[in-house]
């Protein structure tokens, strides 16, 4: 009997909580509405690797209360009625440059985002960045189907795409010099370990792999061209942790560890070679995509003197 009760004690709690949270929902949350996530000019960043696929967001706010259905179209009033306002002069991109690969989106209640999939060609697009007045933008506008919702402002229903193509790099997070780095002194421990960081400039979906190697040319040159007189850190004096790495799919960084050893500055006769290095870090390979030709190099100083 006690059971009873409290079994539906608990049950009239519950019902109270969700009538108190359908109360809330109704008196503090706005209808459903949907809306572009980017409206206006919009210049998304796409990657030269074939075809890219771009996700034009739509977005569904509100009671989660009702579905929805849109349609998404090229339509050049978008185009015509932008150019007047601004005083500018885009011009419409042809159809060699994209392609829509669905028209049409269904939301549920409960969905609150989904994307239209456009797909670019960045080779054409590059072909029309070579000309100084490339204008090319795609006008797009967003209808609701069948009155299914409202919008929640008509200047957020309609978009003019006008795409930027970047080549898709590996690199260092902070090439170049990176000093201070590590300093040893007569009395110091032994080991020191470092950890320097290798992104790519997209959202990764492979497993990647790349290799690093060191680089005593761009040693030499950085001394020629700044007048300086470091050292290459002997190669007795660190140690990398792995021959390759691989940055996994859905990942867009890595750290890599190196470990430097003091014993690799004393000779065999027990000399201390004091001094200034540079380790030159440069990244030698990667499976896919390119290497950032200004991106690609750490210079990593490494000091050896005999003060305690």
């Avoid at 930027?164 to 201070?180: A, C, D, H, R, T």
């Amino acid at each position: 009997m006690k059971i009873n009760i409290c079994n539906c004690l608990v049950w009239f709690v519950l019902l109270f909580m969700s009538s108190c949270d359908q109360d809330y929902l109704n008196e503090y949350m706005v209808d459903d509405k949907i809306y572009l996530n980017e409206a206006g000019l919009n210049s998304p960043m796409i990657f030269n690797w074939g075809t890219y696929t771009y996700d034009l967001y739509v977005i569904k706010g509100g009671k989660g209360f009702q579905g929805a259905k849109v349609r998404l179209t090229v339509d050049e009033t978008v185009l015509s009625d932008y150019n007047k306002v601004n005083g500018t002069s885009y011009k419409m991109m042809p159809k060699e440059g994209y392609a829509l690969k669905e028209t049409e989106l269904s939301f549920g209640k409960e969905d609150y985002r989904k994307a239209f999939k456009i797909d670019f060609n960045p080779e054409i697009i590059l072909s029309w960045d070579k000309k100084a007045d490339n204008q090319y933008v795609l006008p797009c506008r967003m209808q609701i189907i069948d009155n299914s919702i409202v919008a929640a402002d008509e200047t957020k229903m309609s978009v003019l795409l006008y795409p930027k193509v970047s080549e898709p790099y590996l690199k260092f997070s902070n090439p170049g010099l990176m000093s201070p780095g590590a300093s040893f002194v007569t009395s110091s421990d032994d080991e020191f370990l470092f950890y320097t960081k290798v992104q790519t400039n997209y959202y990764n979906k492979w497993d990647m792999t790349y290799t690093l190697k060191v680089d005593s040319k761009a040693l030499d040159s950085y001394n020629k061209e700044n007048g300086t007189d470091y050292k290459l850190l002997p190669e007795a004096a660190y140690e990398f942790n792995k021959s390759f790495w691989i940055i996994p799919a859905k990942w867009d960084e890595q750290y890599v560890e190196i470990k430097l050893k003091k014993s690799g500055l004393i000779s065999d006769s027990g000399e201390n070679l004091y001094g200034k290095y540079i380790l030159p870090i440069r990244i030698a390979s990667v499976s896919m995509h390119k290497i950032d030709p200004n991106a690609d190099l750490l210079l990593y100083v490494v000091t050896f003197d005999n003060n305690n």
